[in-house]
């Protein structure tokens, strides 16, 4: 049986969500670049580790939450390390990974980017779905990502 080809509605949303999750990132970025002089990987290193108990998470957690390979956090957390915004250590669960905790002068970092992030993502997202239901929307995107996997939280991340 052949599957159902897409109508023309159909064939623009993909074409158009297609784009989107290319072209999305890249202008989030280059605002955040322009007003702060920090990346949209950094800022939401930052962000990812603010909203943990503890603002500490295991590099390799880190790196899934952020969609990162394992080898471009550890760059990451080397220059925010560098910079004072992060602290890392070796897991005492296992010692074989290592987390990764927010600094105070990171949490500062993050409020001082917040309001224009803000100013972009309202500008770039919010200013152009007009009277969609947000919650429906949120769980029809959450839907999709379903098929992405879930988070790993061992050590066995970390290899």
Known sequence: MQPTPL??????VMRAFGRLMVVMP????????RTQRMSLSEYQTLRHLSE?????MRMSELAHRCDMSFSGMTR??????SLG???RRRCESDGRG????????G???????????????????FDHLGRLDLGD?????EGMNESGGQACHSAACDK
Do not use: C, Y
Not at 7 to 12: I, K, Q, R, V, Y
Not at 52 to 56: D, E, I, K
């Open 7 to 12: 109508n023309g509605s159909e064939l623009a």
């Open 26 to 33: 890249k202008m989030l970025d280059a605002d955040l670049q």
């Open 107 to 125: 949490f500062e970092r993050l409020r001082e980017a917040w309001p224009d992030h803000l100013e972009s993502v309202r500008r770039r997202i």
């Open 98 to 105: 290592f987390d990764v905790q927010l600094t105070e002068a």
């Open 76 to 81: 990451l957390v080397s220059k925010l390390e």
């Open 137 to 141: 929307l949120a769980a029809a995107l």
């Open 52 to 56: 943990t108990p503890g603002n500490v």
């Open 85 to 87: 915004h992060l602290s």
